[in-house]
């Protein structure tokens, strides 16, 4: 059964201050690894699609990357419009979301 | 250009009503997702449709879900004799599912009060 596992739940920064999220996964044939930013009231805003290990896709303070076994969504130098959900999801027959990381960035 | 669109976005009803939900895809995509998620909860896949094939039900948690897809576009997931465990948002995604993409773009959502 495909599994998706994002680690943390929840997370604090100050403005500034670099981390990462973590989305490890169990999959039978992936056809792609998926993040998403949900904010609060909204559906989930695509951000990037991660199709092979050692792949990266970067967008403004963002950068996820891919392994065979779990991928990683930096985030350098945040700023507090960064906080929301954060969603990962594989895709073999159908899409299968992690719970997410709530990610708050106080100024 | 549009994206995904759903109504209504907030539907209160009462426990043992009918409530029907409906989505407007992006304009061209084939695939069409509905997907609930409750709080503090990840998204749950229901039900989806892709082009004229017979859709993938695998998801519906029972047999008082239902939806249907007309003319390959606009989606309507009803709930028959709603519970309260039925309280949620449900949202609705569409794809363009090419060779190369399986993105797919999210609508704001419905949310869903059974009292």
């Known amino acids: 059964e495909d599994q998706v596992t994002q680690s943390p739940e929840a997370l604090r920064l100050q403005e500034g201050e670099s981390s990462s999220l973590n989305c490890s996964y169990t999959v039978s044939g992936l056809r792609g690894l998926f993040w998403y930013r949900q904010d609060p009231g909204k559906g989930p805003e695509f951000l990037f699609t991660l199709y092979s290990a050692g792949e990266e896709k970067e967008k403004e303070r963002l950068k996820a990357t891919l392994t065979k076994k779990e991928s990683f969504l930096h985030i350098t130098a945040p700023k507090p419009e960064d906080s929301a959900t954060y969603l990962c999801a594989v895709q073999s027959q159908k899409l299968v979301f992690g719970q997410g990381t709530r990610l708050t960035i106080n100024p | ?115």
């Open chain 2, 1 to 115: 250009g549009a994206g995904v669109s759903q109504s209504p976005s907030n539907k209160v009803t009462e426990k043992g009503k009918d409530v029907e939900l409906r989505c407007d895809p992006i304009s061209g995509h084939t695939a069409l997702y509905w997907y609930r998620q409750s709080l503090g909860q990840g998204l749950e896949f229901l039900i989806y449709f892709q082009g004229n094939s017979a859709p993938d039900k695998s998801g519906l948690p029972s047999d008082r879900f239902s939806a249907e897809r007309t003319g390959g576009s606009v989606s309507t997931l009803t709930i028959q004799r709603t519970q309260q465990e039925d309280s949620a948002v449900y949202l609705c995604a569409s794809s363009s599912r090419t060779l190369s993409s399986y993105e797919q773009y999210f609508g704001p959502g419905t949310r869903l009060t059974v009292t």
